[in-house]
Nanobody, 123 residues
Framework: QVQLIESGGGLVQTGDSLTLSCAASGSSLIGYTMAWFRQAPGKEREFVAAVSRFGKTPNYADSVKGRFTTSIENAKNTLYLQMRTVKTEDTAVYYC????????????????WGKGTLVTVSS
């Protein structure tokens, strides 16, 4: 079982950059497919990015492709989400999650979740 804690959220302005972290404990991230999801007020939780447990090239939602980058630092057992050129529509609670599946696209594919970190983008 893996415990996940997100950090790095906050209030930023349109066009700014922000990096979120997801620190894991209880188990190594190696062997898990790790993903970021986000949930805006009044909306369903949506997929943002994922890194397969086989270390393949990360995949991203079209809405963040080219602006967000996710990576894993195995030595720190931490997942990151680098957010660049943020937009007001990026405002949401961001969650990291872990799965034993090879491919994840929906929240139902994930087994372990963090509690989330809030990102607010002002114009």
């Amino acid at each position: 079982q893996v415990q996940l804690i997100e950090s790095g959220g906050g209030l930023v302005q349109t066009g700014d950059s922000l990096t979120l972290s997801c620190a894991a404990s209880g188990s190594s991230l190696i062997g898990y497919t790790m993903a970021w999801f986000r949930q805006a007020p009044g909306k369903e939780r949506e997929f943002v990015a994922a890194v397969s447990r086989f270390g393949k090239t990360p995949n991203y939602a079209d809405s963040v492709k080219g602006r967000f980058t996710t990576s894993i630092e195995n030595a720190k057992n931490t997942l990151y989400l680098q957010m660049r050129t943020v937009k007001t529509e990026d405002t949401a609670v961001y969650y990291c999650a872990a799965s034993l599946l090879d491919i994840v696209l929906t929240a139902r594919d994930m087994t372990y979740w963090g509690k989330g970190t809030l990102v607010t983008v002002s114009s």
